[in-house]
């Protein structure tokens, strides 16, 4: 194929040199066939130029004048796709169809999976062809429409999986991401999981963050946002906790067609942002409170950023929206009540995970709250119990206070308890250094750490140490306690004599100078 510099050269050898198409074929060394083509083709299009009135036709005509020399293979078919395959080809992705309308959509075949299966068959054909049937004859480009938002106008949500090490070991955290529409402000807490208590905390996060509620709230086909599916996949009954936290900030939500993340892009985008730009930094953290700060820390540092298309930040947009926020008083409770029954070990079961219960409960049937990161436990409206929350899978939680009653009916049983593994390892230490083989006392002195603290016993316990080792025992603790009581009195007794002297005295020199009490 020519370039458009030779064919400036045939034209101008032509009409201005006047060479003939044999000259010009010798001196250029290109077939008579290709002069003669653009000769005549320049020639009808100046010609045609010259009649048409039309300017807008005048002006291609003009553009044709100038075009790149180029091969005409619009009329050009496939070699090797025959009629075989292309009908092949269509009762695949017919199957395709049948599959994405009932639930199968996972279980299509790619464009990659047509064509080994057409290799397999036996027919010679390239992965290209096969690509550019399909996006010919069954592919439809989708139009995007740009949308422009009002302030406080609308919100989206979605979660994102992060892989993060919490405390030597690997963990998959779940992040619930909030983007406003308007300013691209973001919001979100990270959690052990993506179940609806997780779900409705993250909505009173975001709008305890923001300081209001947006009008509408978009989201895609979550289980904890949608219920069912109703007459058709783009037809969606929204969960009971979704309806009773937007009646109670008074919000709209809006869900996605199934499998249309762009229909949702600033958040969609956001998760992949926020994720890669705060946690490729570090991912390893001792605790998950220690990784729920950093990731507040960095988000914040976030939203000081501009956004593309906006020349304030994310925070100063977010302050713009805020006077057109739905205003709230309190938090919606997202807590969620179990009644369960105490077992024979003293706990109650949630979720698989046990959490210990004064044993004098068991067999009780109990009220237990359940928040994100905490459960407490109640008899009667009486809390009995409180513990933070087990995310593994058959866990136990439990607190040695719970226990004494039964551990002192059967003392041998301390050492290997549960129980006692829980402890602290101030405790266990204690236990380690005093109370080896003497059981009985210690239960006696963790009654009394339940009752006057473990911070003043333990000071105690070091006093008595540092004199003698051999006279840490808990009646020497129970004698300290009862003198520092004592002295306590005692020291009351002076102060108050001394306070009721000084008013005796004041009251003498008043009457003696005859003023004023």
């Known amino acids: ?49 010259k009649v048409t009135e039309d300017k807008v036709k005048k002006n291609i005509l003009k ?51 047509i064509f080994e299966n057409l290799i397999e068959k036996g027919y010679d054909i390239g992965y ?31 979660w994102g999986d992060i892989n993060l090490i919490i405390a030597g070991r690997h963990c998959e955290v779940s992040m619930g991401l909030f983007a406003t529409c308007y300013g691209n402000y973001y919001s979100g ?10 779900f409705l905390d993250v909505h009173n996060h975001a709008v305890i963050d923001m300081g209001g509620v947006h009008q509408e709230i978009i989201y895609d086909n979550l289980k904890t946002a949608v219920a069912k599916f109703t007459v058709n996949p783009n037809t969606k009954e929204a969960t009971k906790d979704l309806s009773k936290i937007s009646m109670y900030y008074g919000f709209r939500y809006r869900f996605c067609n199934a499998r249309r993340g762009n229909e949702k892009g600033k958040v969609e985008r956001g998760v992949e942002f926020v994720r890669r730009k705060i946690f490729s930094k570090k991912d390893a953290f001792e605790s998950m409170e220690e990784a729920q700060s950093y990731f507040q820390s960095e988000l914040a540092v976030l939203n000081e950023r501009t956004c593309a298309g906006k020349d304030v930040s994310r925070v100063q947009s977010l302050n713009e929206e805020k006077p057109y926020l739905i205003p709230f ?38 009220k237990v709250r359940v928040l994100p990161e905490e459960i407490r436990i109640y008899n009667k409206d009486i809390e009995v119990a409180g513990h933070n929350r087990l995310y593994g899978s058959h866990e136990w939680k439990m607190d040695i206070m719970h226990y004494l009653r039964t551990i002192k009916k059967k003392p041998g049983a301390l050492n290997a308890s549960a129980a006692f593994h829980q402890v602290s390892a101030k405790l266990q230490q204690l236990y380690q250094l005093y109370y080896t083989g003497k059981n009985k006392e210690f239960i006696e002195l963790l ?16 006093t008595l140490a540092l004199k003698n080792k051999n006279l840490v025992t808990t009646s020497n603790i129970k004698n300290l306690m009862f003198r520092k009581k004592e002295d306590d009195v005692t020291e009351n007794k002076v102060i108050n004599e001394i306070e009721k002297a000084s008013v005796s005295l004041v009251n003498d020199i008043t009457r003696l100078f005859n003023l004023n009490a």
């Open 1 to 49: 194929m020519i370039t458009l510099n030779t064919k400036e050269k045939i034209l101008d050898l032509h009409f201005n040199e006047n060479m003939s198409q044999r000259d010009i074929a010798k001196e250029l060394q290109v077939s008579r066939n290709t002069i003669r083509k653009y000769i005549r083709q320049y020639i009808d299009i100046s010609n045609e130029i």
């Open 63 to 113: 553009d044709r004048l100038n075009d790149e020399p180029r091969y005409d293979v619009s009329s050009r078919s496939p070699s090797k796709l025959t009629s075989d395959i292309a009908s092949l080809i269509d009762s695949m992705l017919e199957e395709n169809k049948k599959k994405s309308s009932s639930l199968r959509h996972k279980n299509i075949m790619k464009k990659v999976d």
């Open 128 to 158: 290209t062809t096969v690509c550019n049937y399909i996006r010919e004859k069954h592919e439809v480009k989708e139009a995007y429409i740009r949308q422009e938002y009002n302030k406080g106008s609308s919100v989206e949500f979605d």
């Open 189 to 198: 807490k990270l959690y052990r999981n993506k179940k609806m208590e997780n």
């Open 329 to 366: 008083t309190e938090p919606y409770d997202i807590s969620s009540v179990e009644m369960l029954r105490v077992d024979k070990y003293s706990t109650v079961v949630y979720q698989t995970n046990r959490y210990s219960v004064p044993d004098y409960l068991v067999g009780k049937i109990l």
């Open 447 to 462: 009654e009394i750490i339940g009752e006057k603290g473990c911070e003043e016993v333990m000071s105690l316990i070091d």
